[in-house]
């Protein structure tokens, strides 16, 4: 059975919440001069979208967001994200 255009529907849906949510965390946070975002604002976009479609909810407590590499194949270390206080306000869509 094929869940992919599920997987979309709801990436689709949720879109908008964790883009909003991620701009929260960004927020104040040095830009990376190369993207213009914070770093770590892409990696925790896809962890972020990946985990509201998978349990279709919100995380709670603290996650660490894995360890990644930039479009020029640097490290970037992995850090810490506080679901508790970040999502406070946020609910997803039904």
């Given at each position: 059975?094929?869940?992919?255009?599920?997987?979309?529907?709801?990436?689709?849906?949720?879109?908008?919440?964790?883009?909003?949510?991620?701009?929260?965390?960004?927020?104040?946070?040095p830009?990376?001069?190369?993207?213009g975002?914070?770093?770590?604002?892409?990696?925790l976009?896809?962890?972020?979208?990946d985990?509201?479609?998978?349990?279709?909810?919100?995380?709670?407590?603290?996650?660490?967001?894995?360890?990644?590499?930039?479009?020029?194949?640097?490290?970037?270390?992995?850090?810490?994200?506080?679901?508790?206080?970040?999502?406070?306000?946020?609910?997803?869509?039904?």
């Amino acid at each position: 059975m094929n869940r992919e255009p599920e997987r979309e529907a709801l990436k689709t849906r949720y879109l908008p919440i964790v883009t909003e949510m991620v701009d929260r965390w960004a927020e104040g946070k040095p830009l990376n001069p190369e993207s213009g975002r914070a770093n770590g604002y892409y990696r925790l976009t896809g962890w972020l979208l990946d985990y509201v479609v998978q349990h279709k909810g919100l995380p709670g407590g603290v996650h660490a967001m894995p360890e990644g590499c930039d479009r020029f194949n640097r490290i970037e270390p992995s850090f810490q994200v506080d679901f508790d206080t970040l999502a406070e306000g946020f609910s997803l869509p039904e």
